[in-house]
């Protein structure tokens, strides 16, 4: 049984709306088809593909707690317009180099305080 891709992460949260909202904002994903769970929640999609399960729930859970997730992280193109982007929307974020790969790492985290990095080639340094 080979893994052939990866498919979603499933993310936890108090803030459905502002997380659905956030995540297409910053990220471009958007909300799509989702089976008729019991609970409430949205899928987001990239293209035609649902990568964040966002689940509701009651509490807000404590990013960073006893769960075991540590991040999650994307791989894109055009690291200048992805900052600029976190800039504008006052979202705190680090910019570091992946040592001996050719990878730099924006790392933000989203609102419920769940760490995310977006991956990009080193040459788009350059553009900085």
């Known amino acids: 049984m080979p893994i052939t891709a990866f498919d979603h992460v499933n993310v936890r949260t108090a ?3 502002a997380m659905v909202d956030w995540y297409g904002a910053i990220l471009g994903l958007h909300p799509g088809p989702r089976p008729p769970f019991r609970m ?3 899928w987001l999609y990239l ?7 966002l ?3 009651g509490s807000t859970p404590q990013a960073g707690g006893d769960c075991t997730l ?3 992280a994307f791989r894109a193109t055009d690291m200048a ?4 982007r976190l800039t504008q929307a006052g979202i705190e974020h680090s910019i570091d180099p ?6 730099v790492q924006v790392n933000f985290r989203d609102p419920d305080g769940n760490h995310i990095h ?8 350059a553009g900085l």
Request: net charge negative.
């Open 15 to 17: 803030n459905l709306r």
């Open 40 to 42: 409430g929640g949205a």
């Open 47 to 53: 293209a035609d593909q649902p990568y964040i399960h």
């Open 55 to 57: 689940v509701e729930v």
């Open 70 to 72: 540590e991040h999650f």
């Open 81 to 84: 317009t992805f900052i600029s």
């Open 98 to 103: 992946v040592p001996d790969f050719p990878i």
């Open 118 to 125: 977006v991956d990009f080639h080193k040459d788009e340094m």
